[in-house]
């Protein structure tokens, strides 16, 4: 056996190894030292310029601007770091903390540039320049800008620096100096917004002169994004809810696309780019940082009987004409439910038209709970509707076996009598009701609501929507209560009808700790709907306050021609 | 104990020594020790290690004739699994995480390589000695290279298929048909490009020309060539590299590790190294005179050939003689699964020579 063989081969291996060891550590070592010695590299970045987002008429409403930074090489600034940094403050008229705290926190190493002071102006820059030469750089960096600040930013959201998640994200490409989206559409188109971020090595020597160029890469521009957003609807909208918290969506029931999402209390993105008010934005009480519209859920109340009485056409225990009594008060067991008014004789259109509760009371009863939820669940009311914007919620569709495993009780008939109009365990999202209310503009799809229109100069077409599977007629009756709810005299909104926009709808007031939550859903115009709307206001007080948004929302756009 | 086995356990020892040391300077940077984790981290691998040692020091190695074949099949288990549910690292399924440890499973299937060729070449066959001996040995190492090379590990991969041909050449099997082979694996080789993911096409591209790309796995060797030869005979001594101490070499707690030696250490420690390296491998094959067996001789063989090829190819993409194919220098570079596995192949080593 080869035993011999495989010494020699091990020994000739590492004779090769000897002679390399030589060649490079003794006849070319000296050449290797100077280059060492030589061998200080920078590494400079150069951030990627973010895409632009644009409105759907091609309003730019999140863009990159310049701006000046002061940058220093730690290894140029050894031994003076200190005296430096105090002449730099008060030549740039700032608290030297600022610097050394800056300084700490954008270290990289000792070759790469460390920004210590950010958003210079221009010729406070230059003249910092003057004075400390080539001690500092002045670096020109892009920063987000948001034009309309308080108008986008739960739609938009904002960018952060990537290096604080950069562990997390790497894996996906990024480089630590490089921006991020954390929240909004910023966040979920991100891939197509972020670009790539240049690199650029350069050798020099111990002088910091630049002795060679090692190597680059460019850096790329991220792609602009268009939105099915319009401007002036969002500003109509932001205008029309006044000082409620609220919410107010306008979408295309066909495609789902959304030309206004309005979500208050609202807050300045910006503020987060420059770290300006940011604690206080932070500790607010009324929550700005929560989008209303996809991510806080709310009881529905009474827009949610067009649903209910879905369910009863479908499953067959009322025809349209099926009429229920109303005294106004309801019993139960011992239990007493009211109506808000008495209607007396009430059919289905009289009860979509006056929301009477008495008779979704009877026809809750007589469709039981999983029925009830078996609609509202094929309403998509306890899904996500997939929306583009990241941490959607979805809602609660409460049945016998979730109440028996959450709350640890039986269902109680009574549960079912405040189910059927909308109070009780039930929660929903805002844009979950746009779709809703949008299927009986459509003739029953649910759509895919969405905010992304092109990217770049590619449009993004979708034909996502999905059949409810409703009949012809159960629509058609449920759309025409919904049509006499603001056409006839007595109905609930009929204040719309002023508008002249032919409008079908919704309202809806519902119970809830502290005042009562106002709701409006509906399309316009009734015979070819080309806008769904869902107004909602939190603690409003009542439905009629959302009416009147509705009106202010809608009488405007009309004045402006815009629907 | 035998003087080999002692020769084996001192230079071990130093080289141990040597791990932790390089490791602090690598770790060592702008006067601050960054990462410490990693030097404790080796440290009780290299304890644990030991303690392998001893336990497989005493396992009888004719268990490995029996349970070579099965260990094979939870080799290959261990390759499917860890393509679905390893943990992924610069776009590489190589590592099952556990209890925050990463198992690197190819690392096993170099042992598993050893075994299985120290069992066949070592049974008599009757017939078809080509087919039995040669064919089929090969054809198993080559599936489970081939699960190694999509993971994707090309430099594991390709010491398996190493280990065969020099183990094989080695063996009283006749030259030709292992000549036969090779000839026949050289002209198909050029096939096996389109399965090379882009930057192993890149590290071999620029292996080939290492200007062509300075910013990406040229650069590495570049600065790691700098490091070396910079170093010159002396060395620049324990940490005062620069190329070191500047953060210019990636990987060099791992994978280029010996640049960290070369420049501190120079021409004299480098060969220092070697000289120790030699001695281990000397001593594993003069236990060759010692063993019962011929699978026992196949075992030290195979087990030199691995070190071996594991120091040579190491070594010479550092100076970028060969391609950077990602392999750890062993003993010395930092990374708890193949310590774990070359201690438990000395441990094999040492029962040996003690049965």
């Keep these: 056996m080869g035993n011999r063989l495989t010494l020699r081969v091990i020994v000739g291996g590492f004779l090769i190894i000897v002679f390399g060891l030589f060649y490079f550590q003794i006849i070319r070592g000296d050449y290797y030292l100077k280059r060492a010695k030589s061998n200080y590299v920078k590494i400079i970045n150069f951030p990627s310029i973010r895409g632009s987002i644009f409105d759907r008429r091609g309003i730019l409403i999140a863009r990159d601007k310049p701006i000046f930074n002061i940058a220093v090489i730690p290894y140029q600034i050894k031994g003076k770091r200190k005296s430096l940094f105090e002449k730099l403050a008060e030549v740039a008229g700032v608290d030297k903390k600022i610097i050394t705290i800056n300084y700490q926190k954008n270290f990289q190493n000792v070759f790469s540039p460390v920004e210590v002071l950010t958003n210079v102006d221009k010729l406070k820059a230059l003249k910092i320049k003057e004075v400390f030469e080539d001690n500092v750089l002045i670096r020109i960096t892009p920063q987000r800008y948001y034009p309309f600040s308080y108008l986008y930013s739960h739609v938009l959201g904002y960018v952060k620096k990537a290096e604080v998640i950069y562990q997390d994200i790497k894996k996906y490409g990024y480089s630590p100096s490089q921006r991020v989206g954390v929240r909004g559409v910023e966040r979920f188109y991100d891939q197509f917004l972020r670009g790539e971020d240049g690199v650029e090595l350069i050798e020099v020597d111990s002088r910091g002169e630049v002795m060679g160029f090692l190597g680059k890469r460019s850096k790329k521009k991220g792609n602009d994004i268009y939105l099915t957003l319009d401007t002036r609807f969002q500003e109509i909208a932001y205008q029309s809810l006044g000082n409620f918290k609220g919410v107010i969506i306008v979408m295309d029931p066909h495609t789902g696309e959304i030309l206004s999402l309005v979500s208050k209390p609202s807050f300045d993105p910006n503020s987060f780019i420059e770290g300006k008010d940011v604690e206080y934005i932070l500790k607010d009480k009324r929550k700005p940082l929560i989008n209303r519209a996809i991510q806080a859920r709310y009881p529905p109340g009474s827009i949610f009987k067009p649903v209910v009485a879905v369910a009863g056409l479908e499953e067959k225990v009322i025809n349209p004409h099926t009429t229920f009594f109303c005294s106004g008060k309801f019993t139960l067991a011992d239990t007493e439910f009211s109506c808000w008014s008495r209607h007396g004789q009430e059919d289905l259109y009289d009860a979509l038209a006056h929301s009477c509760n008495i008779y979704f009371y009877n026809l809750g009863l007589r469709l039981k709970v999983e029925r009830i939820a078996k609609w509202a669940k094929i309403f998509g009311l306890d899904k996500k509707t997939r929306i583009d914007l990241p941490f959607e919620n979805k809602g609660l569709v409460p049945t016998r076996s979730w109440k028996r495993k959450v709350k640890k009780r039986g269902w109680y008939a009574g549960d079912t009598v405040n189910l059927s109009i909308g109070q009780g365990y039930i929660e929903i999202t805002p844009i979950e009701v746009a779709v809703f209310i949008s299927a009986f503009a459509n003739q029953g799809y649910l759509v895919w609501p969405h905010l992304l229109k092109k990217i770049k100069e590619s449009p993004f077409i979708t034909k996502r929507k999905l059949s409810l599977g409703l009949s012809k007629e159960s629509i058609e009756v449920v759309r025409e209560g919904l049509r006499q709810a603001v056409a006839r005299e007595d109905g609930t909104a009929h204040l719309l009808s002023l508008l002249g926009l032919d409008i079908a709808g919704k309202t809806g007031t519902a119970q809830t700790r502290g005042k009562a939550h106002g709701w409006f859903a509906g399309f316009f115009p009734y015979q070819n709907p080309k806008y769904s709307v869902c107004v909602f206001l939190e603690n409003g007080g009542s439905s009629y306050q959302a009416v009147k948004v509705t009106y202010q929302l809608l009488k405007k756009l009309k004045e402006e021609n815009l629907i | ?355």
């Excluded at chain 2, 090969?138 to 430099?155: E, H, T």
């Excluded at chain 2, 005062?240 to 791992?254: A, D, I, K, M, W």
């Design chain 2, 1 to 355: 104990m035998t003087r080999a086995r002692l020769v084996i356990v001192v230079c071990i020892a130093i080289l141990n020594i040597w791990s932790i040391s390089s490791l602090y300077s690598s770790l060592h940077q702008a006067g601050e020790l960054t990462n410490e984790y990693i030097l404790y981290r080796q440290i009780a691998w290299i304890t644990i290690g030991w303690v392998v040692l001893a336990i497989s020091s005493f396992i009888n190695y004719r268990l490995y004739f029996d349970l070579s074949l099965f260990l094979y099949i939870v080799d290959l288990a261990l390759l499917i699994g860890v393509k679905f549910l390893g943990k992924e690292v610069m776009g590489a399924r190589r590592w099952f995480s556990f209890l925050g440890m990463n198992f690197q499973p190819s690392e096993f299937s170099k042992v598993v390589t050893v075994f299985i060729l120290a069992r066949f070449f070592s049974q008599s066959f009757d017939k078809n000695i080509f087919v039995k001996k040669v064919l089929l040995p090969l054809g198993l190492v080559l599936l489970s290279s081939f699960l190694i090379f999509k993971q994707p590990d090309l430099g594991t991969a390709l010491i398996c298929i190493f280990v065969f041909f020099l183990m094989g050449l080695s063996s009283s099997i006749k030259k030709k048909y292992f000549v036969f082979c090779l000839i026949t694996g050289i002209l198909i080789t050029p096939l096996g490009w389109r399965f090379l993911k882009d930057y192993q096409k890149k590290r071999l591209l620029v292996f080939l020309n290492p200007n062509c790309e300075p910013l990406g796995a040229g650069y590495t060797i570049l600065q790691s060539k700098i490091a070396i030869g910079s170093g010159k005979i002396l060395g620049k001594g324990f940490l005062s590299g620069t190329q070191n101490q500047f953060n210019f070499l990636p990987e060099r707690h791992t994978d280029f590790i010996f640049t960290v030696v070369a420049e501190e250490w120079g021409f004299l420690g480098s060969l220092f190294l070697l000289i120790i390296y030699y001695l281990i491998l000397k001593n594993i094959l003069a236990i060759t005179k010692e063993a019962k067996d011929d699978f026992a001789r196949y075992i030290l063989i195979g087990t030199a050939y691995l070190f071996f090829l594991h120091i040579f190819i190491n070594i010479g993409m550092t100076l970028g003689m060969l391609p950077v194919v990602g392999l750890p220098l062993i003993f010395l570079s930092y990374g708890g699964t193949h310590l774990f596995f070359n201690f438990f192949l000395l441990g094999v080593v040492f029962n040996i020579s003690r049965q």
